[in-house]
């Protein structure tokens, strides 16, 4: 292993960091509201369905922001660890951040709109949504947003591995 020192003055912007931790906390609250709502019958989803859809909509508008200043915002270097591997998986996490929410939102709105959500959410009556045991698009929804939470899991995991280690704060970055 090459002992490696990452500049760590440099920063994300703050547009950035401001999208970074505001997700972060919408994602916290959307995970165990949709673990919760899963098990409702329709017409006790009708309010929750309400607040889940406009919070993973803000989601979506936030990450497509945030994509846009990842191609166009000057950012940080990429931290380095010392390990070939490691340099590779700290990339590949943070794509695979975008890739995930961006298929979480469009999972959602698939299943807005042809599982009968949004017509039940417009005129408000549950009998609108389609009762489907196997509606391809929520599955998927689910479990993206499963992968989502590991990625978080294995996102701070790294974060603290890389803080323990080095003794560099990354995290300060996004700070």
Do not use: Q
């Not at 960091?17 to 006790?44: C, D, N, R, S």
């Amino acid at each position: 292993m090459t002992k490696i020192k990452n500049n760590l003055d440099k920063k994300y912007n703050k547009g950035t960091i401001a999208i970074h931790w505001l997700t972060f906390i919408l994602i916290v609250l959307l995970f165990p509201l949709g673990k919760y709502m899963a098990g409702l019958e329709a017409e006790a989803k009708m309010s929750l369905l309400k607040t889940h859809a406009s919070f993973g909509a803000i989601i979506f508008i936030l990450t497509t922001i945030r994509a846009w200043l990842f191609f166009k915002a000057e950012r940080p270097a990429n931290i380095k660890t010392g390990y070939k591997f490691n340099d590779r998986l700290v990339v590949w996490v943070h794509y695979t951040f975008y890739i995930l929410l961006f298929g979480i939102s469009i999972s959602g709105i698939v299943t807005l709109l042809f599982g009968g959500y949004a017509s039940a959410l417009i005129h408000e009556d549950a009998e609108l949504i389609i009762h489907s045991d196997n509606m391809f698009s929520l599955e998927g929804h689910g479990l993206m947003a499963l992968l989502l939470m590991l990625l978080i899991v294995m996102h701070v995991a790294g974060v603290a591995k890389h803080y323990l280690f080095t003794k560099e704060n990354a995290l300060d970055r996004i700070m």
